[in-house]
């Protein structure tokens, strides 16, 4: 069904349709009118609608070529529907079946149903349909579908006669013949089917049908074919996109162009992509945002004075947190810092002065199991308050971590390290003890600073003798680029160009990581299989154990690394080769820092070349190229804010638009293993004469709904001029009305009085069989007589 939809001036948006219910059918004819007149009827079988009607009719009858059979829920009657009826159930979608598949006549259940729903609506009321029949079929129609089709009229309907035609040649005869003499145009007719592309060379009013061609490609592989594109394009999108969606947005924003490769070339500039791009709005949710106080898509946003204030508020808050938590910090400081000198003072009291037992009563008192576990609480709030003073004396503007380490230490004093354990009380030995700690700890902290001094030296060191090397190479950089300035540019921009490439590939090696069927994740499968399935004859294996080491057994892991029992010797990483597993599976784990020296290296070549190369530019720089690319992806495919549900839930068209088209010149380009049009016309006219070609390029007829695609036949004429002669003329003209031309040409064909002579009487079906038919000018010729 055709909707007008009125798209949205500011960002060219037109939102999709929603489906309406159907118009409910005119009622059945009256059939008084035809009842024994034997008034020809014209049935137009197209794989998409199915058009019928009386020859005297002006226009016909037509619906969707679609039944399905459906069970009414209240009174669970059996229901037959066909046409737009079956869009109204939902259930009855799911069992819906068409006569054709793709552009073969099969399913002939559903064609007698059709048929039903077809001569019900014609008022027909008689036991037989007597009337004879004009009907159209496919060019080069199989003889299997023309027989069960003949049998279906034949024995079902009881209809007179019966003859057969090709759609495409009817449409011509519509628009060619003017006049009531004998039909001898000439022309070459392109008929767009819905699963096929017919080419058909008529001459003096008659098909040259064994040198008419059919491409596999039409409007229903077309829509399969943007459908395939948006799902590449848009792999998570969160509305399921239909077929009928897809036929929707083919037939509304696609078209040809007349130079499918410039057109491309001119959309390297991302404005002129954007501005040919068709956006499609599908249904969202409006999601609450926080941060404008509306729903997002809705255009209910809070002024830039509103967001100011909010985000503000939002850092007074902070403040006032940051403020709260100072605050916490210091008492918990405070607390921790009386607790110490009160358990300080504990010690002082009653460890030197009690005996111990009333000391481990008081620890008990105090909450200690023993004295042990008051020493450890004693050192972590030591440790808690020394860290706590540091912190705040930070953050007040004192010294920072690292800042007074290297200031002169006073050397404290141990006096009772040196002194023997027998010489001192318990009291003493657990001083003793603590200085041995404060000792080792110092000493500890001495090491460190001497380290830190012989780095500082070494750096030092280093730093010089790497300025000197830079010195070096800076002046034998300005003396090559004195001698030669464009040699110098030419080997700076290789080494660039090898560098732009380096970093392209390791990008194209993470995103092919990322992804489980690309070649690179397969051959770090394999890599990783092949490590699993060690030789179990060879001793030390190529691959890892568990535990390092190669394997000396049975598979990896088997082996004698470290950690393995065995009397072998571990020589895994002895040779280099060893580690080229390692190389080959974590193929992600070198890239960080080779990317990291490669943009540092690169960075400095290409400041060099804008210093002293003045034909290299900025635009020249990778990051100019990559901002580029990034500009034309964007403008491929947006990417909108997580928040954004109308964003989110686009469909932006922008080379889908023409590449689908296209696939009718190209099939290729579509996966389909056939030749364009123009190669096809080429090869038909190549088997005719000069003067017969020039016939048929003066009239190229177009017929079927997609030849109604915006210039096609520019296109096609763009493509056909290069092939011939100058002096002959190509003449490209469309149906008048594409869509149901080919049935009028057939009621117009069936008033004259050669229509009786061209059909196929029950007696000539019974004796020579369905398969057979009369060959005449509009006909298929296969099983003709």
Known sequence: MDIDVQP??????????????????????????????????????????????FATSSEPRYGPNIVAKYRERKTNHPLMLFGDAVEVESGAKTQAKTPWEGDVLLNFDALENALDYAFVQLGIDTPTVDHPVLMTERLCSPVHSRALTSELMFEQYSVPS??????????????????????????????????????????????????????????????????????????????????????????????????YISLLRSFEDPSILRSHQKIIQFPFLLNSNPLTGGAAGNGDEKTEEEL?????????????????????????LQQKESDLTYLLSLRDNYSSSATKREWDRKLR?????????????????????????????????????????????????????????????????????????????????????????????????????????????????SEARSADLEGWARKLKGEQEALMTRIKDRAKRRAAMSDRKSAAKQERMK???NLAAADEKTLGGSGPSKKGGRGTGKGVGKGTGKGRKGNAEDMFGADDADWAIYRKINTTTTISSDEEEDLAQLQQIEQKLLTHDPTFTNQHTHASIVSQRSALLNAFRPVYEEGDGAGNTRIHLTTERWRVCEAWFAPSIAGVDSAGLG???????????????????????LSGSPSQIPDIAPRLYSTLRPLFPVEMPIEIRSANDPALDAWRGMAKFAKTEEFATVGMSKAEYEEMGGERLKRWWGSNWNGGY
């Open 527 to 529: 890599n990783i299989a």
């Open 162 to 259: 019966l003859a057969y035609c090709v759609d495409g040649m009817m449409s011509f005869y519509q628009n060619n013949q003017l006049s009531e003499q004998p039909f001898v145009s000439d022309g070459l007719v392109i008929s767009f089917n819905t699963a096929s592309t017919s080419v058909i060379p008529i001459l003096n009013g008659r098909g040259v049908l064994n040198n008419a061609k059919r491409i596999p490609w039409g409007a229903s592989q077309a829509t399969d074919y943007l459908l395939k594109l948006i799902q590449m394009k848009y792999p998570n999108f969160p509305t399921r996109v239909s077929v009928a969606q897809a036929n929707w947005m083919f037939r509304t924003f696609c078209s040809v162009s007349t130079d």
């Open 8 to 53: 949205s001036d500011d960002l060219n948006i037109t939102p999709l349709p929603f489906s309406i219910i159907p118009s409910i059918p005119p009622p059945p004819e009256d059939y008084t009118l035809y009842r024994s007149q034997h008034t020809p009827l014209i049935i137009d079988n197209g794989s998409t609608n199915l058009r019928w009607g």
């Open 679 to 701: 190669e096809v016309i080429q090869n038909i006219l190549s088997r005719f004469g000069e003067e017969e070609k020039g016939r048929l390029v003066k009239n190229i007829f």
């Open 365 to 477: 008192e105090e909450g200690f199991d023993d004295e042990e576990t008051f020493e450890e609480t004693l050192k972590k709030l030591e440790a808690d308050v020394k860290k706590g003073r540091k912190r705040e004396k930070e953050k007040e503007g004192g010294t920072v971590d690292g800042e007074d380490a290297d200031e002169p230490m006073e050397e404290p004093s141990f006096p009772l390290v040196d002194i023997p354990d027998a010489d001192l009380d318990t009291s003493s030995l657990a001083e003793k003890k603590k200085q041995k700690l404060l000792k080792a700890g110092y000493e500890a902290r001495l090491r460190a600073r001497k380290e830190r001094e012989l780095k500082a030296i070494k750096d030092r060191e280093e730093k010089a003798e790497r300025e000197k090397q830079r010195e070096l190479e800076e002046r034998l950089d």
């Open 308 to 332: 100011a204030r909010i985000t503000e508020r939002r850092r007074e808050q902070g403040r006032k947190l940051q403020e709260i938590a100072a605050r916490n910090r210091i008492e918990k």
